[in-house]
């Protein structure tokens, strides 16, 4: 086992690294699908296709399981904020540069969660050079 595999080893990070939790925070709270965010975006997608096809049980799936895999993102945001850290490994310091990617991709994120229209009809029209 690596450091940092393990999930009470993210306890307390607010305390020692908060733009780095408050950034991890930003991206599970993408993965569970909130607004305003790229993963609210995608999975409004994947399941309004869903239900315009006529899979009604698959969008159905869908979201039972990103329910269930939001309860598994928050208690990581738990841990970061509500638990002190003991004795666990320190999470690597974090250059400049990596923090300024993670900006960067905070910054995406929003952005296709917030304005995905522009984005959405580039991918149309590159898909209709395809079919």
Same mark, same amino acid.
């Given at each position: 086992? /690596? !450091?940092?595999?393990?999930? /009470?080893?993210? !306890?307390?990070? =607010?305390? $020692?690294?908060?733009? &780095? !939790? ?11 699908? *909130? %607004?305003?965010? !790229?993963? +609210?975006?995608?999975? =409004?997608?994947? *399941? @309004?296709?869903?239900?315009? @096809?006529?899979?009604?049980? &698959? ?5 039972? @399981? $990103?329910?269930?895999?939001? *309860?598994?993102?928050? /208690? ?8 002190? /850290? ?8 974090? @250059? ?7 900006? *960067? ?10 304005? %995905? ?13 395809? +079919?």
């Amino acid at each position: 086992e /690596r !450091a940092n595999d393990d999930l /009470r080893d993210y !306890a307390g990070l =607010w305390h $020692s690294h908060p733009a &780095l !939790a408050t950034l991890m925070t930003f991206f599970l709270l993408s993965l569970g699908g *909130f %607004p305003p965010t !790229a993963g +609210f975006i995608g999975k =409004w997608y994947v *399941f @309004s296709a869903a239900i315009g @096809s006529g899979y009604y049980g &698959l969008a159905i799936i869908g979201v039972l @399981s $990103s329910v269930v895999s939001v *309860f598994f993102y928050l /208690r990581i945001v738990v841990m970061m904020y509500m638990t002190d /850290r003991d004795a666990r490994p320190v999470p690597p310091q974090i @250059s400049g540069l990596a923090m300024g990617g993670l900006v *960067f991709a905070m910054l995406g994120v929003l952005y296709l969660g917030v304005l %995905p229209t522009r984005v959405i009809e580039l991918a149309q029209q590159s898909i209709s050079t395809i +079919f």
